[in-house]
T-cell receptor
Framework: AQKVTQAQTEISVVEKEDVTLDCVYE???????LFWYKQPPSGELVFLIR??????QNEISGRYSWNFQKSTSSFNFTITASQVVDSAVYFC????????????FGPGTRLSVLP | DTGVSQNPRHKITKRGQNVTFRCDPI?????LYWYRQTLGQGPEFLTY????????KSRLLSDRFSAERPKGSFSTLEIQRTEQGDSAMYLC???????????????FGEGSRLTVL
């Protein structure tokens, strides 16, 4: 069955520090998709990135980077030089291509960036 | 139309009453999902549609919950005989499914917050 674990419940950093949010997943499928979403205090979930299981290339987008490792079933998210506006709850999610295709979300990590 | 629209945004009701939420997805999206989120938790899957067909429903979903998407456009989620445990944020999301198992990302609405007194 699908499962997503985000072991870090809350993280606090000081502005300009780098921070990594961990995500570990379980799946029975060979084709699957991984996602990260941001939920700021306003409440609406915002899509950040989508990765398919065949593409293990790491990705960088501005201050954001993602490290996908199939060997450890992990899809970690790093924010470089954090800013106060990065304060939010971040969710990792998994969707299997061949079993139901619903999205399973992790419990989220609350990131607080202090000025 | 630039995003997923949900209404009402807030609903306060008394235990035992029925409530209905509406979701208007992004117009070209063929998939529509309903999730529930309680404080401090991640979104919990309820059900999803591809066009007008309901393809999957969570086993955790009580039979008091029913969802429809009659013409493959907007969707409604009805909760009958509400209980205090139903208090949550109900999230709707849509996505484009191009077929062959390729999964597009979900775009979420702002949610409908239900409070059952």
């Amino acid at each position: 069955a699908q499962k997503v674990t985000q072991a870090q419940t809350e993280i606090s950093v000081v502005e300009k520090e780098d921070v990594t949010l961990d995500c570990v997943y379980e799946t029975r499928d060979t084709t699957y998709y991984l996602f990260w979403y941001k939920q700021p205090p306003s409440g609406e979930l915002v899509f950040l990135i989508r990765r398919n299981s065949f593409d293990e290339q790491n990705e960088i987008s501005g201050r954001y980077s993602w490290n996908f490792q199939k060997s450890t079933s992990s899809f970690n998210f790093t924010i470089t030089a954090s800013q106060v506006v990065d304060s939010a709850v971040y969710f990792c999610a998994l969707s299997e291509a061949n079993y139901g295709q619903n999205f399973v979300f992790g419990p989220g990590t609350r990131l607080s960036v202090l000025p | 139309d630039t995003g997923v629209s949900q209404n009402p945004r807030h609903k306060i009701t008394k235990r035992g009453q029925n409530v209905t939420f509406r979701c208007d997805p992004i117009s070209e999206h063929n998939r529509l999902y309903w999730y529930r989120q309680t404080l401090g938790q991640g979104p919990e899957f309820l059900t999803y549609f591809q066009n007008e067909a309901q393809l999957e429903k969570s086993r955790l979903l009580s039979d008091r919950f029913s969802a429809e998407r009659p013409k493959g456009s907007f969707s409604t989620l009805e909760i009958q005989r509400t209980e205090q445990g139903d208090s949550a944020m109900y999230l709707c999301a849509s996505s484009l499914y191009p077929g062959q198992g390729v999964t597009g990302e979900l775009f979420f609405g702002e949610g409908s917050r239900l409070t059952v007194l």
